[in-house]
């Protein structure tokens, strides 16, 4: 079974630059999130999907991220326009059901955004 | 709101055990979770173990739980250097399906 593919692994933008990142869940997996992890920290929840549908986005800077699920598969996450405390690795992790105890999030490796 | 914490670093030497500890604010903490993060690779779930529960064992893991401290750690018996790593403690009330995380703690296992 592939895992959670995300793209680009790297990215360097200076600020007031555009990025999108994209996503491509465990096939099957109704469930998509997106986390910011900042160096040294722990993930933190930007946006939770579930197919197509917005679940939780109470941590999103709606000012400059956005993010679309639009068939329920892939995944794209925007920031627009960046700025230098954007910094940071962007998970993206997958899971088969709604989000309970059991429910096991899968991770993908991460994009690395570095803004200049 | 809810916080997590846990020493930043363990260094170990191959073949003791190693102990990461815990700590949470959350009262209504009712799941809580271990991840490990390799170098640049997404997070893995390890174990998890409700907050009815005093001690948990999986193989080389035991994790336990002292909810009335607030407290939890988890043992990683006979380290070897493929458990180096970042390891995050989250936790997560009945209310809501999003964990909180802590910062993790970077495990280093020497020879």
């Known amino acids: 079974e592939a895992g959670v593919a995300q793209s680009p692994r790297y990215k360097i933008i200076e600020k007031r630059q555009s990025v999108a990142f994209w996503c491509n869940p465990i096939s099957g997996h109704a469930t998509l999130y997106w986390y910011q992890q900042i160096l040294g920290q722990g993930p933190k929840l930007l946006i939770q999907?579930?197919?197509?549908?917005?679940?939780?986005d109470s941590q999103l800077p709606k000012d400059r991220f956005s993010a679309e699920r639009l068939k329920g598969v892939d995944s794209t996450l925007k920031i627009q326009p960046a700025k230098l405390e954007d910094s940071a690795v962007y998970l993206c992790?997958?899971?088969?059901?709604?989000?309970?105890?059991?429910?096991?999030?899968?991770f993908g490796p991460g994009t690395r955004l570095t803004v200049l | 709101g809810e916080d997590v914490e846990q020493s930043l670093f363990l260094s170990v030497r191959e073949g003791d055990s190693s102990v990461i500890n815990c700590t949470y604010t959350?009262?209504?903490?009712?799941?809580l979770y271990w991840y490990k993060q390799e170098p640049g690779a997404g997070l893995q779930l390890l174990t998890y173990i409700f907050s009815n529960m005093d001690m948990k064992q999986d193989q080389r893991l035991t994790v336990l739980l002292n909810k009335k401290d607030k407290h939890l750690s988890l043992r990683i018996a006979d380290t070897q250097t493929g458990d180096s790593a970042i390891y995050f403690c989250a936790e997560r009330s009945g209310g809501s399906y999003i964990p909180t995380f802590g910062r993790g703690t970077s495990l280093i296992v020497h020879p």
């Open positions: 959350d009262s209504s903490s009712t799941y």
């Open positions: 999907f579930q197919n197509n549908g917005v679940v939780d």
């Open positions: 992790a997958s899971s088969s059901t709604s989000g309970g105890l059991t429910d096991t999030q899968y």
